[in-house]
């Protein structure tokens, strides 16, 4: 799955889009990996936007968790933005919001994690 | 086809304790004073109507085993957790003093939490009755005889009166037990456990406990899609939720809420029923979990609705 994404500095904005299940779970995951594996305590901070994402099912979350580990393995940060109300709902049923800090806003989750970012984000980088 | 659960919990037996039922008491209280109620006509009212069940009921604390009617005479009963004991009451409140009980056993696996209620199975001890316990593990009638050795128990398993006979099974074949078409299924725990599916009559039920689930080997889910297909019943191993059972609780051998209801969905399930509930959940986590899961299938419904419940020790369902 090719993930789009926008780059802010010391923050990159993942954009995966559609749903995220069974079926392209293991897709997601390779689309992500490359930006996982350059999350660390020196890289990019990723924020996952979900602005386009309507579904995630049970094998979808594995994907997010084995991101979080890894990144957080490396010394890097993962949070999650602007989800749909259905996947929030999901993510909280499932508790996935007690390892992801979550945001309403790609905005809010720029500014939490980099001033820089966010002035690049604001300038329209 | 009636199944009634005498054990619902998983790991290890639990109990109310005072400070549960303190807290149960202060609940309903605050509720009745918000209500207003102030006449036993309100009262009996407000019991029947306005407690949720966590409030006014208990899920129970007894270890695994569920019963299945068989309407022959026999009876067939799901793991000998703690919850055999007092299913062994029943069998002889329907049976002694007059017919020696014959009762059908089938086992998911022989963890502690289901077996440990075998000793305490009142038939067990009745010369003349007939036990029949089934299963796909060659070390049943081993752990049975040794949770029963000294100095772990005082009657030892060779002291029991009843005549005890061990049937192994075959996964993925089917046998006739009491009436019913059984067909165990592999499932992912340590040491192995088995699913089974009890057809009859058109009626299907699926015991599935002691299962995690690998949500990345599509093979494995499409087995298991098939096993629970357009069953009328699914007994799930709903212990964790899905972030621990990814996470922290990965490979200890249990599923979760989201899991079961996906599976059920896509093999057309009609009703899911959650079991194994953590030891360390009360009432009210268990209910708001349940709460959840129903809120899950709404979001998630595809054609046709999943009915959701959460077992309870002295649950009955019709099938």
Redesign the interface.
């Known amino acids: 799955m090719d993930i789009s994404n926008k780059d802010y500095g010391d923050v990159l904005v993942l954009m995966p889009a559609g749903r995220i299940d069974h079926a392209n779970s293991e897709n997601f995951r390779n689309g992500l990996a490359p930006f996982v594996e350059k999350c660390n305590s020196g890289g990019k901070k990723l924020v996952l936007d979900l602005t386009s994402v309507d579904y995630i099912s049970s094998a979808g979350l594995r994907c997010f968790m084995l991101a979080e580990k890894q990144a957080k393995s490396q010394g890097g940060t993962i949070v999650v933005a602007a989800m749909q109300p259905v996947v929030k709902e999901i993510f909280e049923i499932s508790r996935f919001t007690l390892v992801f800090a979550t945001f309403g806003t790609v905005r809010e989750a720029v500014a939490k994690l980099s001033p820089a970012a966010l002035k690049a984000l604001d300038a329209g980088a | 086809m009636r199944v009634r659960f005498w054990g619902t919990r998983g790991s290890i037996p639990v109990a109310l304790t005072s400070a549960d039922i303190r807290r149960k008491i202060e609940r309903a209280l605050v509720l009745a004073l918000d209500k207003g109620v102030n006449t036993p006509e309100k009262l009996q009212s407000f019991i029947d109507n306005d407690l949720d069940f966590s409030i006014l009921q208990t899920y129970g604390g007894h270890s695994p085993c569920v019963e299945i009617e068989t309407g022959t005479g026999e009876f067939l009963a799901c793991d000998m957790g703690s919850g055999a004991r007092a299913l062994g009451a029943h069998i002889m409140g329907h049976t002694w003093p007059g017919t020696a009980p014959v009762v059908n056993i089938v086992m998911s696996h022989v963890h502690w939490d289901h077996i440990m209620g075998f000793p305490f199975f009142a038939p067990a001890y009745v010369p003349g009755a007939r036990l029949r316990i089934h299963g796909c593990h060659e070390v049943i009638e081993q752990a049975f005889r040794l949770q029963q050795s000294a100095p772990c128990f005082p009657v030892d398993f060779a002291r029991l009166g009843a005549n005890i006979e061990f049937v192994r099974l075959e996964p993925g074949k089917a046998t006739e037990i009491a009436g019913y078409r059984v067909t165990p299924k592999l499932q992912r725990h340590t040491g192995d456990s088995y699913g089974y599916r009890f057809e009859r009559d058109g009626k299907s039920l699926v015991y599935s406990t002691d299962s995690e689930h690998k949500?990345?080997d599509?093979a494995e889910?499409a087995e298991f899609v098939e096993f629970f297909r357009d069953a009328d019943l699914v007994i799930f191993d709903a212990m964790y939720?899905?972030?621990?059972a990814?996470?922290v609780k990965e490979d200890w051998g249990h599923s979760?809420n989201?899991?079961g209801v996906?599976l059920a969905q896509m093999a057309g399930v009609r009703h899911l029923c959650m079991f194994h509930h953590e030891p360390a959940f009360n009432d009210e986590r268990i209910q708001s979990v349940l709460n959840?899961?129903i809120?899950?299938e709404e979001?998630?419904r595809g054609e046709r609705a999943l009915r959701i419940t959460a077992a309870y020790d002295g649950m009955e369902l019709d099938v």
């Open positions: 949500l990345e599509p889910t939720s899905l972030l621990d990814v996470s979760s989201i899991v996906e959840e899961t809120r899950f979001l998630t």
